[in-house]
């Protein structure tokens, strides 16, 4: 099972909008509505931003949106602010023998 | 609060073994399912393993199947790895993790600090 794929990169400029997509199969993010997104700030552990593809934990701003679309989850940062500079990861459970699969990665950066 | 605080962790050879504990606090433990990922220097987070809050079901990810074996003692609020045959690929930082909710493949809400395994000669 192969990780999802994320762009390696996504900047904007502090109350700028951003989308992160995170593009399966449907095996994974289309076949289920198991897609989860994380927040990693260096030498920390990862937070959950987005559950079950577009909740929120209790906590997390509202700026913070997730939805999917087929094959491909998005997340979405609104009003960008400095302290969301972090790497972000996609999840989602999938049928393959490995049960979940995280993606690639993206590390947004604030300009 | 939640709290899980992972333990065991360090420098093993090739080949050698290795067990992590996670000591959970701060929810019912024996109520939710428990899970491993993990995150190898530098790299992106890995799934390795869940079990049920009865340990009635429990799934391993491809690259650790037959070699990690996860484990719970709910008496005592604990999660457990046992990782044999370990190989530098193995090397990484072990989280142990709660999902938000009792839904077994639901989001990871609560996450440990992590302990660092590392396999080198």
């Known amino acids: 099972q192969s990780a999802l794929t994320q762009p390696a990169s996504v900047s904007g400029s502090p109350g700028q909008s951003i989308t992160i997509s995170c593009t399966g199969t449907?095996?994974?993010?289309?076949?289920?509505?198991?897609v989860s997104w994380y927040q990693q700030h260096p030498g920390k552990a990862p937070k959950l931003m987005i559950y079950?593809?577009?909740n929120r934990p209790s906590g997390v701003p509202d700026r913070f949106s997730g939805s999917k679309s087929g094959n491909t989850a998005s997340l979405t940062i609104s009003g960008l602010q400095a302290e969301d500079e972090a790497d972000y990861y996609c999840?989602?459970?999938?049928?393959?023998?490995?049960?979940?699969?995280f993606g690639t990665g993206t590390k947004v950066t604030v300009l | 609060e939640v709290q899980l605080v992972e333990s065991g962790g360090g420098l093993v050879k090739p080949g050698g073994s290795l067990r992590l504990s996670c000591a959970a606090s701060?929810?019912?433990?024996?109520?939710?399912?428990m899970n491993w990922v993990r995150q190898a220097p530098g790299k992106g987070l890995e799934w390795v393993s869940s079990?049920?809050?009865?340990?009635?079901?429990?799934y391993y990810a491809d690259s650790v199947k037959g070699r990690f074996t996860i484990s719970r003692d709910n008496a005592k609020n604990s999660l457990y790895l046992q990782m044999n045959s370990l190989r530098a690929e193995d090397t990484a930082v072990y989280y142990c993790?709660?999902?938000?909710?009792?839904?077994?493949?639901?989001?990871?809400?609560?996450w440990g600090q992590g302990t660092l395994v590392t396999v080198s000669s």
């Open positions: 449907s095996s994974d993010v289309g076949g289920y509505n198991y």
């Open positions: 079950e593809v577009s």
């Open positions: 701060g929810f019912t433990f024996s109520s939710y399912s």
């Open positions: 993790a709660r999902r938000i909710n009792y839904d077994f493949w639901s989001g990871i809400g609560y």
């Open positions: 079990i049920s809050s009865s340990s009635s079901y429990i």
């Open positions: 999840s989602s459970y999938t049928s393959s023998s490995t049960l979940e699969v």
